[in-house]
C-alpha cells in the first residue's frame, strides 16, 4: 500500500538546520521521483525540491539551493530533505509526494502527482 508519511517537522531558529523525512514503502525510488513541497502562510503551495534515483539527480528551487540536499536512506524506504541554514521565509507545511515519472518531469505541476504526505510544519523563527 502507498502512503507517503512525513517527520521531522520543528521550530527552529533563523540559521539552524533540520532534516525531514519521508517514508515511501509499498513501490520502488527506482520507479518514481520524490517531491518535497512548501505551503508558507498566505501562499500557494510550491516544489522546493525534486528527488530522481532513476536519474541519479536532484532539482531545487532558487530559494533553497545550496541550503537545501535531497538524499536516501541506504534500503532506498525514506527520502531525506535536510535544510541548512533556515531562515524565517521557510517555514511552512512540508509535503512530500510521488511523481507519476521516475524522472524529475514537470515537477512543478501538482497533477503529476500521485500520492501525497500529510505535511509537516517546519517554523524558523526567534
Known amino acids: 500500500q502507498v502512503q507517503l508519511v512525513e517527520s521531522g517537522g520543528g521550530s527552529v531558529q533563523p540559521g539552524k538546520s533540520l532534516r525531514l523525512s519521508c517514508r515511501v514503502p509499498?513501490?520502488?525510488?527506482?520507479?518514481?521521483?520524490i517531491a518535497w513541497f512548501r505551503q508558507s502562510p498566505g501562499k500557494e503551495r510550491v516544489a522546493v525540491s525534486c528527488?530522481?534515483?532513476?536519474?541519479?539527480?536532484?532539482f531545487y528551487h532558487i530559494h533553497v539551493e545550496g541550503r537545501f540536499l535531497t538524499s536516501k536512506d541506504k534500503d532506498e524506504k525514506v527520502v531525506y530533505l535536510q535544510m541548512n541554514s533556515l531562515e524565517l521565509g521557510d517555514t511552512g507545511v512540508y509535503y512530500c509526494?510521488?511523481?507519476?515519472?521516475?524522472?524529475?518531469?514537470?515537477?512543478?505541476?501538482?497533477?503529476?502527482?500521485?500520492?501525497w504526505g500529510q505535511g509537516t510544519q517546519v517554523t524558523v523563527g526567534s
Open positions: 509526494a510521488r511523481l507519476k515519472y521516475d524522472r524529475c518531469y514537470n515537477y512543478g505541476a501538482e497533477h503529476e502527482f500521485d500520492y
Open positions: 509499498g513501490f520502488s525510488l527506482e520507479d518514481h521521483a
Open positions: 528527488y530522481s534515483l532513476a536519474g541519479g539527480n536532484s
